[in-house]
């Protein structure tokens, strides 16, 4: 999120896509709930299903699954079309004024610079034109050049009429009309929106532009950065963006700094090739600035004393992996017979999909499967599922029981950015260990072979810092303070990155977490919340400066800096992020110098952590196109209406066609329906299969089919039905509801049918049932597709067809 | 919320125009009591696989759908409807005026309570109940419900449901302060033109007046509550009745004697 759960009450409109907060987050729900009671607020959920939170809102539009780019499409038109932006905010706070390069286009669905052999953008074709004199982008303030980014922009969302948006979505025009005029009305300084969204907009192959567009809609109407605005995710468990934030994905570092490439030799090539750069020059670039003084502090946590000047403070000792390695390409991989073995912590692949019964045969490839989790899952138990003949699977799988969260201590990161500090409730039991203690003993044993028998390039195993009381069992408590990093000249914890050198004299874990620890101790146990508002919320909006800690350094809503105008007002007085007193910022911590006058010549743009310094309506950081296009999901019953020519995203990466495995899509001939996939509240994850009271209430596996496709083949609630796509099926029950139905789109009547995520072969459903729940995974479904961007699965628009059996 | 102290009145208020039907009543009510819940099935009726209240189940959320379908709605909690059903402990608890052993007592919070060392499983509770809130409990023999968390505030703590809830939907609180806040929601929400809002049990009309009381989005009928007309306990002391009866008992004697004089006339 860049603002936090507390600040939705201050929003006067909120528009939910690809979310359903109150079943996902019910308790983060009372906010939306707050400001539709206490002010008035209203709330626009577009889904594909009528769900617990439309129950609540005052608009529910039933919207195709992956068509919400042409939603925001439509919405950014009729704000551009009719002058309904914040004038200053994009004339100053955004890149509407940037001039592009000649050379940029966009024609029948391709933008410039396409290789259709690589399936590839050359994004270079989508830079800044260069100003001559001063070597940094071209800016037009009048917004009149034919190539500023905000002509192009006017004219790429020209397309969206609501004709055009209603063809796409399924929206009827007038209730399209109905939301557009309520939005239009948000780009005025005294109003605010915010935008809410979760893994309805992640899960396609166009998940990166479906939230951008979202994005740049909020910039438009000068919305980012202020409270009761911004651009909101919801994160999927207690403490995903925790995990985020440390790596959890292949192509960064902690704290967002990239994975090295191959060829990178020294600091200066990785930095080079990494950080944004300035291009005004008025930008701070902060980001861009001390991208070398994060890395090398890094590094010294990492190597200690291994890591100095003269090596380059051990580069060479970190991976530079050479090719993709997300999620699906590790499965992939394993496929293609190059995995030996794989180590599971805390999910399960079989389940998570996407093509289950291929993850399975991933599996099934390998010669050794660890899984560390508290309770079996589909993954530990895969080797002898129904239907599976274990004989068959060569597959060693040893199951490392481990501590739930709620047998450790340690903190949770919520969607805000919260870091919180909670307690061991329980002791461990039976054999359980701590994951991070599995993993320590792991090391410690790695690193005994490597000393008694040597082995190819020992030094980063025999080098890595490991200074924990116990190196067996290292203290939650340790780690966060190590995270933290430290000044290793004086010894102190550090408070801020922005100390941070690159001589390597300090060190940090993550470098967006240093503050959070320090030596006067942790600041994630703060707990001066609403027992005290007076004293704990002195601004009254909500900011609770000292309950827990928040990234970056403690600031409760990013980019705060544009919540006031040029003077540094803020633009509603009425809810303030921050203010310029005169000789400094107050409010919320500022996402600013704290002492920088606003009216200096020299004061620098309002978002300071990229290269522009303002925010970015044009991206050329992304790799399937600057400005959100609207293109069909992989599967889908209809062509781009806008055109189809180029159908789907035409870099959307297809696994098997690269891997030479045959095609396993679907026609809207054979699978008719549109399918969408997701959990319900009733559920977390998969572990809940082992829970008795969650699973009564919610005993058995079903998919949600529309009343009247439902009438039409005679399937009338608790019928046993079959649900295939071209990669699976699943034998679940039918829940018949008015709450999904039929949507006219690109002249065609079309259904979407409902699959909960949450059973498989395991749990107590499964052991009651007799299928022991053999096609009960939903994921079997799901094609092996990921986003151009990052690769995400699209888990939510597929084709399927349905029987009654 | 203030101490909670023996010899006030408190009670739930449930407003179902802010519940999400997420059920954490149902599981913490659950948690806390130690109650196992019934074997899991698939009832098919929405999102409820509960289906009642009974011994197992003391918080039960009804899913009633009304969902238009069509392509965009008006939800504002009228179109799906989701209430977190409860025992009312009623000023005039039929449980009570029919229990033969004394097992059910109001308590010193003024709420109705089934003394489990008491309660001999006679089962008139049970049929007596105009809600289907009680049920016989398979293991003890004895007939259970909700509690009202009499031994969390005994301790002082409020009720698990209460505590558990996400947008408080459900409200625990002294009787007096729960009627208040009700009115001025529901005053709220007449503001904003959803008319259809009513609160159910909040004065007298229903069986003496409810502790656990409602805000509901639709008639009572359409959640399978009795309307204020037909929530009226069989009474000892109703003039009218007894009158009525006398009034039909002698049109009766009347009627016989005409009925005896004509066959003997025939």
């Not at chain 1, 399937?715 to 071209?726: A, C, F, H, L, M």
Request: aromatic share 10%; glycine share 8%.
């Amino acid at each position: 999120m860049t603002n936090h759960w507390r600040d939705i009450r201050h929003a006067d409109l909120i528009l939910i896509n690809g979310a359903n907060p109150a079943e996902a987050h019910p308790v983060g729900f009372q906010w939306f709930m707050r400001a539709k009671l206490d002010r008035g607020a209203k709330l626009i959920h577009a889904d594909p299903r009528f769900t617990r939170t439309s129950a609540v809102a005052d608009m529910y539009l039933r919207i195709r699954t992956g068509s919400d780019v042409a939603y925001f499409g439509g919405l950014i038109n009729h704000v551009l079309q009719n002058n309904l932006f914040h004038d200053e905010y994009v004339r100053n706070y955004t890149n509407a004024s940037f001039v592009v390069k000649d050379g940029y286009g966009f024609n029948d669905g391709l933008f410039s610079g396409y290789d259709p052999d690589k399936r590839t953008y050359n994004i270079a074709t989508w830079a800044y034109e260069s100003n001559a004199r001063t070597g940094y982008a071209s800016r037009d303030l009048t917004l009149q050049h034919p190539r500023s980014v905000f002509q192009l922009m006017k004219a790429h969302y020209s397309r969206y009429t609501p004709e055009v948006v209603s063809s796409i979505t399924g929206i009827p025009v007038d209730d399209f009309k109905k939301v557009a005029d309520l939005v239009g009305q948000m780009g005025k300084p005294d109003k605010v929106m915010t935008i809410v969204y979760a893994v309805g907009l992640t899960h396609h192959t166009t998940g990166g532009q479906l939230i951008r567009s979202g994005a740049v809609l909020q910039l438009l109407l000068g919305n980012m950065g202020r409270p009761g605005g911004g651009m909101n995710a919801e994160r999927g468990h207690a403490n995903i963006q925790g995990n985020t934030d440390h790596a959890i994905s292949w192509e960064i570092l902690p704290g967002y700094l990239r994975i090295p490439a191959p060829g990178q030799k020294t600091i200066a090539d990785y930095v080079a090739a990494s950080a944004p750069k300035k291009s005004d020059p008025h930008s701070w670039n902060f980001f861009g600035t001390n991208y070398s003084k994060f890395m090398v502090s890094t590094l010294k946590a990492w190597y200690g004393d291994a890591a100095n000047k003269d090596n380059e403070f051990a580069f060479n000792f970190v991976p530079k992996p050479a090719q993709n390695s997300s999620w699906m390409s590790i499965y992939d991989q394993a496929l293609k017979g190059k995995m030996e073995g794989l180590i599971l912590s805390g999910m399960t692949a079989a389940s998570i999909g996407p093509d289950s019964n291929q993850v399975r045969q991933a599996l099934g490839n390998l010669k050794w499967l660890v899984v560390m989790d508290p309770l079996p899952t589909t993954s530990s138990e895969f080797w002898h599922a129904p239907g599976v003949d274990a004989s068959q699977v060569k597959t060693e799988v040893f199951m490392l029981p481990t501590t739930h969260w709620i047998e450790k201590d340690g903190s949770f990161v919520n969607s805000g950015r919260w870091s919180q500090w909670k307690d061991q409730v329980l002791p461990p039991e039976g054999q359980a260990r701590h994951d991070h203690w599995i993993l320590a003993d792991l090391f410690q044993r790695v690193k005994k072979l490597y000393q008694s028998q040597g082995g190819k390039f020992p030094d980063p195993i025999n080098s890595l810092t490991f200074a924990y009381k116990d190196p067996a069992k290292p203290e939650l408590d340790e780690i966060a303070r190590e995270i933290n990093g430290k000044d290793l000249s004086t010894g102190k914890q550090m408070t801020s990155f922005a100390n941070l050198k690159d001589d390597g004299t300090t060190t940090t874990g993550d470098w967006i977490y240093t503050g959070s620890y320090l030596d006067t101790g942790n600041l994630m146990k703060r707990r001066q919340g609403i027992q005290d508002p007076k004293a704990n919320d002195p601004t009254g909006m909500g900011f609770y400066p000292n309950w827990a800690w928040s990234w970056p350094l403690n600031r409760r809503v990013m980019y705060n800096r544009a919540s006031a105008d040029l003077d540094g007002k803020p633009w509603d007085p009425a809810r303030p992020g921050i203010a310029w007193d005169g000789s400094k910022w107050v409010g919320d911590v500022p996402d600013y110098p704290a002492t920088m006058n606003p009216r200096d010549p020299n004061a620098y743009l309002p978002f300071i952590m990229n290269g522009e310094g303002v925010g970015r309506l044009f991206s050329n950081g992304m790799v399937d196109g600057p400005f959100p296009e609207h293109y069909e999901p992989v599967e889908s019953p209809v062509a781009n209406p806008l055109h189809p020519n180029n159908s789907a995203s035409p870099v959307a990466f297809l696994y098997d066609k690269a891997a030479g495995r045959p095609n396993r899509f679907g026609t809207p001939q054979e699978f008719p329906y549109i399918a969408t996939s997701y959990r319900l509240t009733e559920h977390e994850h998969y572990v809940t299969q082992h829970v008795p009271h969650l699973v009564q209430l919610q005993p058995k596996p079903f998919v949600e089919i529309p009343y009247e496709l439902a009438s039409q083949k005679g399937i009338k609630s608790g019928d046993q039905v079959r649900v295939s796509s071209k990669r699976g099926k699943v034998e679940v029950l039918a829940l018949v509801t008015k709450r999904l139905g039929p949507m006219t789109v690109a002249g065609q009547k079309v259904y979407q049918i409902g699959i909960p995520i949450h059973w498989g072969y395991v749990g107590v459903s499964a052991d009651s049932d007799p299928s022991h729940g053999r096609y009960w995974l939903a994921n079997a479904l799901t094609p092996f597709v990921g986003d151009a961007n990052a690769r995400t699965p699209e888990f939510k628009a597929f084709l399927v067809n349905l029987e009654k059996m | 919320m203030a101490a909670i102290k023996a010899g006030e009145e408190y009670g739930f208020f449930t407003d179902t125009s802010i519940c999400i039907g997420c059920k954490a009543c149902e599981v913490a009510c659950k948690e806390w009591n130690q109650l196992q819940g019934d074997s899991p099935a698939f009832l098919a009726d929405s999102f409820d696989n509960t289906g009642s209240l009974d011994a197992q189940n003391w918080r039960h959320v009804k899913f009633i759908e009304h969902v238009p379908d069509q392509s965009a709605t008006a939800g504002n909690g009228t179109a799906w409807l989701m209430m977190s059903d409860v025992c009312k402990h009623c000023k005039h608890a039929s449980c009570m005026e029919v229990c033969p052993t004394g097992a059910i007592i109001r308590t010193e919070f003024n709420t109705v309570f089934i003394q489990q060392d008491v309660c001999n499983g006679c089962r008139n509770c049970i049929a007596a109940c105009p809600y289907s809130v009680i049920g016989m409990n398979q293991e003890t023999g004895t007939a259970h419900k909700c509690t009202l968390c009499y031994d969390r505030l005994q301790g002082g703590l409020e009720p698990a449901c209460a505590k558990a809830c996400p947008t408080q939907s459900i409200q625990f609180g002294p009787l007096a302060e729960l009627q208040q806040a009700a009115d001025v929601r529901l005053a709220t929400l007449h503001s904003q033109g959803v008319t259809q809002a009513q609160l159910y049990g909040r004065d007298d009309k229903v069986y003496g007046g409810l502790n656990a009381f409602f805000l509901l989005m639709d008639k009572p009928e359409t959640y399978g509550l009795p309307n204020a007309d037909n929530a009226k306990l069989p009474s000892r002391n109703d003039l009218g009745g007894y009158l009525g009866a006398a009034v039909t008992a002698v049109l009766a004697v009347i009627g016989g004697l005409v009925a005896f004089r004509r066959r003997g006339m025939s």
